[in-house]
T-cell receptor, first 118, second 113 residues
């Protein structure tokens, strides 16, 4: 399997522009996670999908951030409008959920998208 | 609230020397514990995890970790490191044993020849 695929790997944009990050989870996995990694705050969970349904979006910073999962093989994280403080590495991860929402299932991470907002 | 403390931000060590990366967590309930490794410009990869049972957990690449409930620790060890082990290592705990991983701040392991 190719693993979790993210695109683009690098994104440089100007403040105020819309940014869309994409993720393809591992085939057969039914849980998908979006994380953000910054020097100041470390790794933070932004949103969690199970069977394409958002289960927990409490980590989404504000309304400028939105995430969708239209089908089992694709998810997007959108920032509109983007701001310099959104600069970070964004990771997507997927797992095969056992169905009980417990943390025993291994999460497989993609290579990340490094976002720079000027 | 649960938290994870990695006491060392960077650990320099010579090749073939042993290493221990420290991790302490705070929790009043049972937890699941994980160690992930992040190589430069890559995503995180699971090294090992503790769910239950034996407190000594063996993972990939020769790493192992020991769960110590009384000291709320989950230190990562390797008896002999290689240059290729140079990476960032993250300890993580699940919040209330749910899907939500709480990560430590990371420890950068720098292996020198």
């Amino acid at each position: 399997d190719a693993g979790v695929i993210q695109s683009p790997r690098h994104e440089v944009t100007e403040m105020g522009q819309e940014v869309t990050l994409r993720c393809k989870p591992i085939s057969g996995h039914n849980s998908l996670f979006w994380y953000r990694q910054t020097m100041m705050r470390g790794l933070e969970l932004l949103i969690y999908f199970n069977n394409n349904v958002p289960i927990d979006d409490s980590g989404m910073p504000e309304d400028r951030f939105s995430a969708k999962m239209p089908n089992a093989s694709f998810s997007t994280l959108k920032i509109q409008p983007s701001e310099p403080r959104d600069s970070a590495v964004y990771f997507c991860a997927s797992s095969l959920d056992s169905g009980s929402f417990v943390g025993t299932d291994t999460q497989y991470f993609g290579p990340g998208t490094r976002l720079t907002v000027l | 609230a649960q938290s994870v403390t990695q006491l060392d931000s960077q650990v320099p060590v010579f090749e073939e020397a042993p290493v221990e990366l420290r991790c302490n967590y705070s929790s009043s309930v049972s937890v699941y514990l994980f160690w992930y490794v992040q190589y430069p410009n890559q995503g995180l990869q699971l090294l090992l995890k503790y769910l239950s049972g034996s407190t000594l957990v063996k993972g990939i690449n020769g790493f192992e970790a020991e769960f110590n409930k009384s000291q709320t620790s989950f230190h990562l060890r390797k008896p002999s490191v290689h240059i290729s082990d140079t990476a960032e290592y993250f300890c993580a705990v699940t919040k209330d044993s749910s899907y939500k991983l709480i990560f430590g701040s990371g420890t950068r392991l720098l292996v020198r020849p």
